[in-house]
């Protein structure tokens, strides 16, 4: 609510209002506080300040982008130190980026069909022909990666991860699993 997001930001509900309704204009400041306290992500923090008449802020990249090469180098480094533990990295989307030695020998048990790039980590977890018949908690894992997927969704607009969801919640169990739980209860495991 608008009373909870002025308390968190340490600024007055009116003015908040005002913000809300054009009647004042936001300092870069408050926008990025807002912002902090919506829990933004940095693509969302830049269009917000470019709405309210800013530069943006944080700078995009592709991950290829030579100027990421060490950034590339110590993530890798870091998802090596995890073996003998699978490991990988993803992008916003939920498509694999980058992974450890372990990875493919997971992705070995998943249909091929759902190993063919860009590899969407969500989609083979809880698919019945991917990694889902080797979850010992699946419905949990479930609720989980839905509410998790809902947050971004609210957060981002994303279509791509709105029709991702919709996607995931229309996949049945895998054979020899219960049915899943009705909506209501994936929020509160998911919690």
């Known amino acids: 609510s608008q009373m909870a997001l002025s ?11 005002w913000l809300e309704g054009g009647k004042a204009q936001p300092s870069r400041a408050m ?17 917000l300040l470019v709405a309210a008449g800013y530069a943006p802020l944080y700078a995009e990249r592709p991950l290829a982008d030579p100027a990421l090469a060490p950034a590339r180098a110590a993530l890798q480094r870091l998802l090596d130190a995890h073996e003998p533990s699978p490991a990988l990295a993803v992008d916003r989307h939920w498509n694999l980026v980058a992974h450890n030695r372990l990875v493919p020998l997971l992705l070995a048990r998943a249909s091929p069909a759902l190993t063919v790039p860009p590899v969407n980590v969500l989609r083979v977890s809880l698919h019945p022909q991917g990694l889902a018949p080797m979850i010992d908690n699946l ?6 990666v839905l509410h998790r997927l809902a947050r971004q ?10 029709q991702l969801r919709v996607e995931l919640q229309a ?3 895998p054979p020899g699993h219960a049915a899943w739980p009705a909506e209501g209860a994936e929020a509160e495991a998911g919690e």
């Open 171 to 173: 996949l049945p169990p």
């Open 153 to 162: 969704v609210a957060a981002t607009d994303d279509p791509a991860l709105a």
């Open 7 to 17: 308390l968190d930001a340490g600024v007055s509900t009116r003015h908040l209002s």
């Open 139 to 144: 419905p949990a894992w479930r609720a989980y």
């Open 31 to 47: 926008v990025l506080r807002l912002a902090t306290r919506l829990d933004l992500p940095l693509r969302e923090r830049n269009a």
